[in-house]
């Protein structure tokens, strides 16, 4: 799966932005797909996931309520609404997509297919 994630940007604290990733296949060809970032001199951490299977999600702690990840099937894009963004949600945000289910969603490994980063700076 060739992944293609694009929306991010500068912007202010209180802001909101719109990740969007290509994502071929997106109906058939993975088992989970979600949203990772990376700032620096930290660790990869799993932001937002979906199961295709049942629709089940994850969301890292420090975005439930502010981050929202969505699906459009007809489209194969995979979408991350980000408001209220804060200075700490500034990193590299990528794609990425789990095909046979050996993924780990709090760090990423083993997720098998990874767009390029978009970065997403916050600062006032």
């Known amino acids: 799966v060739q992944l293609q994630a694009s929306g991010g940007g500068l912007v202010q604290p209180g802001d909101s932005l719109r990740l969007s990733c290509a994502a071929p296949?997106?109906?058939?060809?993975?088992?989970?797909i979600g949203w990772f970032r990376q700032a620096p001199g930290k660790k990869r951490q799993g932001v937002s996931i979906?199961?295709?299977?049942?629709?089940?999600?994850y969301y890292l702690e420090s975005v439930k309520g502010r981050f929202t990840i969505a699906r459009d099937i007809a489209n194969d894009t995979l979408y991350q609404q980000m408001n209220s963004l804060k200075p700490e949600d500034t990193a590299v945000y990528y794609c990425?997509?789990?095909?046979?289910?050996?993924?780990?969603?709090?760090?990423?490994?083993?997720?098998?297919?990874w767009g390029q980063g978009t970065q997403v700076t916050v600062s006032s």
């Open positions: 990425a997509a789990d095909r046979i289910g050996t993924g780990n969603w709090i760090n990423g490994a083993e997720f098998d297919s």
């Open positions: 296949g997106l109906t058939s060809d993975y088992y989970a």
């Open positions: 979906i199961r295709r299977g049942d629709g089940h999600t």
